[in-house]
T-cell receptor
Framework: DSGVTQTPKHLITATGQRVTLRCSPRSGDLSVYWYQQSLDQGLQFLIHYYNGEERAKGNILERFSAQQFPDLHSELNLSSLELGDSALYFCASSEGGIGGTEAFFGQGTRLTVV | DAKTTQPPSMDCAEGRAANLPCNHSTISGNEYVYWYRQIHSQGPQYIIH???NNETNEMASLIITEDRKSSTLILPHATLRDTAVYYC??????????????FGKGTRLSVIA
């Protein structure tokens, strides 16, 4: 158990809909990262938050957005869903300190768009 | 962050040491080498990381060459449960937090009974 909790574990929704994925980081971790893993793309970095502020964006679509709340949990919002958005979505957290620290991943949310 | 090159796949006999190589010839002085693995659609699992010295923990050993242009992850006694995709990642850091991990294609390690 990494200590990172993602909910829900599975989600099935229709095209055009909007969903919210939730991530609770390990206690004390200030950084939260979101990743998307589809069969043909591998693990793609989407976005990074540090202590409530957006720090870096990767290959995140404009239809996707995220935020990190004062209690440090994070949500990834996916809207106008398309079939191609079907993927595993992982959240990771790390201390975010200046040293070389590891990131811990949750078990992911499997999103299926039908 | 520097790019890494890993073989796409490797086999290892159960009980033997698995040695997974990684080239990172463009690594800069403040970049760390990280290893993660992913077992069949589970969340990636941290294994080990290092800057320039060799490192060992309960899971593996990390050997970094003196010029830091390559490294080897060693699983000393591979088991079937070590079958996974192994990612070597070079990662820098900011003053106020670590840079994101950027995953490549990794090495698919198959441990064979």
């Amino acid at each position: 158990d990494s200590g990172v909790t993602q909910t829900p574990k599975h989600l099935i929704t229709a095209t055009g809909q909007r969903v919210t994925l939730r991530c609770s980081p390990r206690s004390g971790d200030l950084s939260v990262y979101w990743y998307q893993q589809s069969l043909d793309q591998g693990l793609q970095f989407l976005i990074h938050y540090y202590n409530g502020e957006e720090r870096a964006k990767g290959n995140i679509l404009e239809r996707f957005s995220a935020q990190q709340f004062p209690d440090l949990h994070s949500e990834l919002n996916l809207s106008s869903l398309e079939l191609g958005d079907s993927a595993l979505y992982f959240c990771a957290s790390s201390e975010g300190g200046i040293g070389g620290t590891e990131a811990f991943f949750g078990q992911g949310t499997r999103l299926t768009v039908v | 962050d520097a790019k890494t090159t890993q073989p796409p796949s490797m086999d290892c006999a159960e009980g033997r040491a698995a040695n997974l190589p990684c080239n990172h010839s463009t690594i800069s002085g403040n970049e760390y080498v990280y290893w993660y693995r992913q077992i069949h659609s589970q969340g990636p699992q941290y294994i080990i990381h290092g800057l320039k010295n060799n490192e060992t923990n309960e899971m593996a050993s990390l050997i970094i060459t003196e010029d830091r242009k390559s490294s080897t992850l060693i699983l000393p006694h591979a088991t079937l449960r070590d079958t996974a995709v192994y990612y070597c990642i070079v990662r820098g850091k900011w003053n106020s937090g670590n840079t994101p991990l950027v995953f490549g294609k990794g090495t698919r390690l198959s441990v064979i009974a």
